[in-house]
């Protein structure tokens, strides 16, 4: 209900949502705003630049890395 286009995003870059709200908190996730924002405009690139930007990718390492290329390419890769 928070994110609009959440429904319209493939599955993998839901889940890639879901992940980060687990880790976060929904109002953690919310706090994204500009990888977001990129995503609802299918600026994929731009949204995963943002995703690595943030305290949250130097806290979980090699987890936002997976998180920021799921995001970007629409993959899943372990």
Request: glycine share 6%.
């Amino acid at each position: 209900k928070k994110i609009a286009f959440y429904t319209l995003l493939d599955d993998e870059r839901q889940y890639a949502l879901l992940d980060m709200a687990f880790n976060l908190g929904i109002a953690g996730l919310l706090k994204f705003k500009k990888m977001l924002m990129a995503m609802a405009c299918g600026y994929f690139e731009d949204a995963a630049k943002e995703c690595l930007d943030s305290k949250y990718a130097k806290d979980t390492g090699k987890r936002a890395l997976r998180i920021a290329e799921t995001i970007r390419t629409g993959r899943f890769k372990l």
